[in-house]
T-cell receptor, first 114, second 112 residues
């Protein structure tokens, strides 16, 4: 398996624009997590899904952020409108309930909002 | 106070020495504890997990857990330059590694 795949790897956008980050989890994994990493706040869990259903979105910073998982092989994290303080590395991770002691992270999307 | 606290470092040790990384957590109900390694510009990768009090060894790595003291540590024996990275401590209520609260990490440098 190719692992968790995220796209794009880098994104530079202007303030106010919509940004969509994409994630393909490892095939067969039933949990998907979105994290954000910044120097100031570290690695924060934003939202996670189980079997494509959002379970906990308490980490989503505000209504400008939304996430979807239309099927088992694809998820998006959308920011609309984007702001400079959203600049961070966004990671997607997946795990299997059969072996939930390990979560596999994608390579991340480095987002810069100018 | 953050839920998971780590010494920010940087921690520097000579090659071959033992590196000791520490983590404390505030939630007494926490059940599982994970150590991740993150190289600069890369994603976190799981090194070890531990659920029970005591020590757990895996090669050069030993995780230690003391729930009474709300303390978990990672020892790296025979440190190598390739161990130079940021080590993240993660804590959660259940056992699913993804549903974790992370510390800010400790940056380790192993000098040849």
């Amino acid at each position: 398996d190719a692992g968790v795949i995220q796209s794009p790897r880098h994104e530079v956008t202007e303030m106010g624009q919509e940004v969509t980050l994409r994630c393909k989890p490892i095939s067969g994994h039933d949990y998907l997590f979105w994290y954000r990493q910044t120097m100031m706040r570290g690695l924060e869990l934003l939202i996670y899904f189980n079997n494509n259903v959002p379970i906990d979105d308490s980490g989503m910073p505000e209504d400008r952020f939304s996430a979807k998982m239309p099927n088992a092989s694809f998820s998006t994290l959308k920011i609309q409108p984007s702001e400079p303080r959203d600049s961070a590395v966004y990671f997607c991770a997946s795990s299997s309930s059969d072996r939930n002691t390990e979560a596999f992270f994608g390579q991340g999307t480095r987002l810069t909002v100018v | 106070q953050k839920e998971v606290e780590q010494n920010s470092g940087p921690l520097s040790v000579p090659e071959g020495a033992i590196a000791s990384l520490n983590c404390t957590y505030s939630d007494r109900g926490s059940q599982s504890f994970f150590w991740y390694r993150q190289y600069s510009g890369k994603s976190p990768e799981l090194i070890m997990f531990i659920y029970s009090n005591g020590d757990k060894e895996d090669g050069r790595f030993t995780a230690q857990l003391n729930k009474a003291s709300q303390y978990v540590s990672l020892l790296i024996r025979d440190s190598q330059p390739s161990d130079s990275a940021t080590y993240l401590c993660a804590v959660n209520w259940g056992t699913n590694a993804g549903k974790s609260t992370f510390g800010d990490g400790t940056t380790l440098t192993v000098k040849p």
